[in-house]
């Protein structure tokens, strides 16, 4: 029996035009088909790093394993600034090898920022899966981290508590060993920690150690920039479901990607790179090009380096308050903007 599931990608075309080299992705949200997990990755300069860039590209992604047997229509279509779809780019097709889930030159990019369906420098594209057959055994997706999570919400076993300004947060050492090498070494080795119920923890907020807590137990962040926030300190499950949600800000990423440098939680720091990489602005990449240089993150320095050598974007954040700090914390990083400048400026005078 067919199954289907959708999601709207929206692009922030003008942005992405700036930050994208071919090969760049933006990813949509995940949706659900057929017993399986996709997500939508849109090229804004074409998939292919030798592409000329001239179209968007658009690919359905399945998690989890291969399954041979799988047959899809997979569609596609741009979203008018009133809501109606666009027809002439509608667009189906049944596959079963992966690297066909989608296409290659989804839509002419000089067409589309000419056409309607280009509002306040944005696009809509519906994303549609429909499952007309996959044979395989239906395997239900890992839940371990809802379970780990729950354990973390309840407060069940735990066996050390970590005092952050002021609030407590309860654990499990064998968890956070499993998770960091940084926690073994203090839970389960011969430093102090190992024998303290209770351990202080300094210069690290409450927030980013909570987000940083959710993480390990269940390898993810919130989607659309959202956390939630547990009530510390509290053991009960009563006081997970009074759990409230706050946006993601630039400096609660930076405080958290800061605290996955410390206790050594790699994936954690490059998925809070990405998070602030999404939000760049001329206004924040100073302060996000600080904190990569201050905790070792060299896939969102470069990033962050690349924006500066656009003349508008350097124009713009050399006026604003990060880039002074900037300038007193690494004034070796500003020399290297200053390279990647005149760099710029004598390769367009040739």
Same mark, same amino acid.
């Given at each position: 029996m067919a199954d289907s599931g959708f999601v709207e990608l929206k692009l922030d075309y003008?942005?992405?035009?700036?930050?994208?080299?071919?090969?760049d992705v933006v990813h949509s949200g995940v949706l659900h088909a057929g017993g399986h997990a996709w997500r939508v990755g849109c090229y804004p300069r074409e998939s292919k790093v030798d592409?000329?860039?001239?179209?968007?590209?658009?690919?359905?992604?399945?998690?989890?394993?291969?399954?041979?047997?799988?047959?899809a229509i997979f569609d596609a279509f741009l979203m008018g600034g009133d809501g109606q779809p666009c027809s002439f780019h509608a667009t189906g097709c049944v596959q079963k090898p992966p690297e066909d889930w989608g296409w290659q030159r989804f839509v002419n990019r000089r067409d589309l920022e000419?056409?309607?369906?280009m509002v306040d420098g944005k696009v809509r594209i519906m994303c549609v899966v429909?499952?007309?057959?996959?044979n395989a055994v239906p395997v239900p997706p890992s839940d371990i981290g809802a379970h780990l999570g729950g354990l973390l919400d309840r407060g069940d076993g735990t066996d050390v508590s970590f005092l952050v300004a002021g609030e407590t947060f309860p654990a499990h050492r064998a968890v956070l060993a499993a998770r960091s090498p940084v926690f073994r070494a203090e839970l389960l080795g011969s430093m102090a920690e190992d024998k303290m119920?209770?351990?202080?923890?300094?210069?690290?907020?409450?927030?980013?150690?909570?987000?940083?807590l959710?993480?390990?137990?269940?390898?993810?962040?919130?989607?659309d920039g959202a956390v939630e926030l547990i009530n510390g300190g509290s053991s009960s499950s009563s006081a997970a479901a009074a759990a409230t949600t706050k946006n993601m800000t630039?400096?609660?990423?930076?405080? /958290?990607?800061? %605290?996955?440098?410390?206790? @050594?939680?790699?994936?954690?720091? /490059?998925?809070? %790179?990405?998070?602030?990489? @999404?939000a760049v602005s001329a206004d924040t990449v100073a302060a996000t090009l600080a904190c990569a240089e201050a905790h070792g993150c060299p896939e969102l320095r470069k990033m962050c380096l690349e924006f500066f050598a656009v003349d508008k974007n350097f124009k713009k954040a050399v006026l604003t308050e990060g880039y002074c700090r900037l300038m007193q914390r690494f004034p070796s990083v500003i020399d290297e903007i200053g390279a990647l400048i005149e760099s710029r400026d004598n390769a367009d005078q040739r």
């Open positions: 003008t942005a992405a035009a700036e930050r994208c080299a071919a090969g592409d000329k860039g001239e179209y968007i590209s658009l690919y359905f992604e399945r998690f989890g394993e291969s399954s041979n047997n799988l047959e000419s056409s309607s369906f429909i499952v007309l057959r996959d119920a209770c351990i202080p923890l300094q210069d690290i907020e409450p927030e980013a150690f909570r987000a940083m959710r993480f390990i137990y269940t390898d993810e962040l919130p989607v630039t400096e609660l990423l930076q405080n /958290l990607l800061a %605290a996955a440098d410390r206790y @050594d939680l790699n994936r954690l720091k /490059l998925m809070c %790179a990405q998070r602030l990489w @999404d």
